[in-house]
C-alpha cells in the first residue's frame, strides 16, 4: 500500500509539471499543466525542459532544423540523439507558428521507439504532404539539450505516449507467510475432497 501511495504521489508531481501551450483565444503562449494538453496543442521547448508529451518537431531556434535531445529516461542511453524538423517547415519564422494549421494522418498508439509513420499536410504549404518519421519526433520524458527551443505539434498524450506503453505494471507483492498460507489453504482443499 506504501508503494501504491509514493507511486500516486510521483504521478501527480509529474502530472502537474508545466509547459508552454499556445492559446489561440489570447494569442500567447501559456503555461498549461501536463496533464491539460491535448493532442493538437501546439507546444513551445526550451533548452533543458523535459518534452511534455510525444510531439513531432515542427521547427527548431537551429536555421538547419536540427534538435537535441536526451532519451536517458526512454532507453537508459547518455549520448545526445538528434531530431530534424520537416525540410518543408524548419525554414519557417517563429510568428508563423501560431498560423500553422496540419491536417495529419499517423498511426496508433504503440511501444515501438525506433519507428514512427505518418504525414502530414500543412495549410501554409499549399496542401504538400510531408512525410513524417522517427527522426522528427521528440518522445514524452526526454530532454532538449543544445537547442535554444523548439516548436512541436502534440500526438500521443498520457498513457497513448511511448514512454507510458514501455511502462511495465508493478508485480504483485506477497509475502512469504502469505504464500505459506496460501499453500496450506489449498492443501486443506485439496484434502477435503
Not at 519557417?92 to 495529419?104: F, G, N, Q, R, V
Not at 504503440?110 to 518522445?139: C, M
Not at 496460501?182 to 485439496?190: A, D, P, Q
Request: hydrophobic share 35%; with cysteine; charged share 30%.
Amino acid at each position: 500500500a506504501w508503494e501504491d501511495y509514493n507511486r500516486y504521489k510521483q504521478d501527480k508531481e509529474v502530472n502537474s509539471k508545466i509547459s508552454l501551450v499556445y492559446d489561440y483565444k489570447v494569442k500567447e503562449y501559456l503555461q498549461k499543466k501536463w496533464e491539460e494538453l491535448e493532442v493538437g496543442d501546439l507546444l513551445k521547448v526550451n533548452n533543458g525542459e523535459e518534452v511534455a508529451a510525444d510531439l513531432i518537431l515542427i521547427k527548431s531556434q537551429k536555421k538547419t532544423g536540427m534538435a537535441f535531445i536526451d532519451t536517458m529516461n526512454l532507453d537508459g542511453e547518455t549520448n545526445l540523439k538528434e531530431r530534424m524538423a520537416p525540410e518543408e517547415t524548419k525554414d519557417m519564422s517563429d510568428e508563423a507558428m501560431p498560423k500553422l494549421k496540419a491536417k495529419m494522418n499517423y498511426e496508433k498508439p504503440n511501444a515501438s521507439l525506433e519507428r514512427f509513420d505518418g504525414t502530414a499536410v500543412f495549410n501554409e504549404l499549399l496542401d504538400t504532404k510531408v512525410k513524417i518519421e522517427a527522426k522528427n519526433l521528440l518522445l514524452r520524458g526526454c530532454y532538449l539539450k543544445n537547442t535554444e527551443y523548439i516548436f512541436g505539434l502534440v500526438i500521443y498524450t498520457g498513457h497513448e505516449s511511448k514512454i507510458m506503453m514501455n511502462a511495465k505494471h508493478p508485480p504483485t507483492k506477497v509475502s512469504n507467510v502469505m504464500k505459506v498460507m496460501n499453500y496450506l489453504l489449498y492443501s486443506v482443499f485439496v484434502f477435503q475432497m
